[in-house]
């Protein structure tokens, strides 16, 4: 199956960005990914050259977490923490996140939901921020330190649309 | 970013998600990226009214995604290429961030119920995940 048709990415009303994913595994497996620190620190480590040294979760309605990572290049931190609002295993977490060094006001609300169907599993993962020019600063700049994202230009989205209106 | 100019952007990127949203004035936009054309050419591939495209070419030109030619008797839509390509710029990088992440967590999947990677049944209380000699 192509990638494309697995992974949506697409902003709903005026503060929210929804993410949908399809994963070859159970919900409990990705439910477990998202959850347990030795889990976690392996896969959401940001862009390539980051690691994520620190990872803590204290998994319980109103129980914290903090995350920070490292450019490996250098040295640079990056922090982030929350509180758990819902922890509904394996199908529903809602929690607060704030960076140290937020380049957006306010606080955000990650809401992430597991669908299993036939062994596979849906994800939708949906952060409400807490202004429209916040969620499109976050869009402009999903981590920070810009350079360590400094993919190639945009080539094609919105499939429907097509490449040659973009290119237009 | 001035506070200004970020706002203005804000809002423009804001109407032209919203004009995005809509399949019709997505394949409208796809036909104008072939060139100009008018109101009867477009409203042409579909099964729509003339007036029901016309309401749909007005969402676009608000959101300043298409422009009128100046054949003053056809009045041609043409793209504007500009905000189309801010907007997917943003959820473009925004994708591509998701998108590594994903694919380590796909590997990681895929590890873990092949048995390679075992999970920890219980957690332990005092393990702490925290590598103090990494961090400064």
Known sequence: MKNSETFTISTHGDREIVVTRVFDAPRRVVFDAYTKPELIKRWLLGPEGWSMPVCEVDL??????RYVWKNDSDGKEMGMSGVYREV????????????DEAWYPGEAVGTIVLVEQDGRTTLTQTILYS??????????SPMQHGSAMSYDRLENF??????????A | MEPNSYARSSVRLDATFAALADPTRRAILARLAKGEASVVDLA????????????????LERAGLISRGQDAQRRPRRLEARPLRDATEWLEKYRRFWETQ???????LHDLQAGDVKIEKKIKKNKTAHQRGDHR
Do not use: N
Request: aromatic residues 6%.
């Open chain 1, 60 to 65: 319980r309605e109103g129980g914290k977490y």
């Open chain 1, 88 to 99: 509904v295993a394996p199908e529903r977490i809602v929690a607060t996140e704030k960076f």
């Open chain 1, 131 to 140: 202004s429209r020019e916040t969620r499109d600063a976050v869009l402009k």
């Open chain 1, 158 to 167: 919105l499939p429907t649309l097509g490449r040659e209106a973009l290119s």
């Open chain 2, 44 to 59: 042409q591939p579909f099964a729509m009214s003339q007036p029901a495209i016309s309401k749909h070419l007005k969402v």
């Open chain 2, 102 to 108: 994903f694919h380590r967590l796909d590997a990681l």
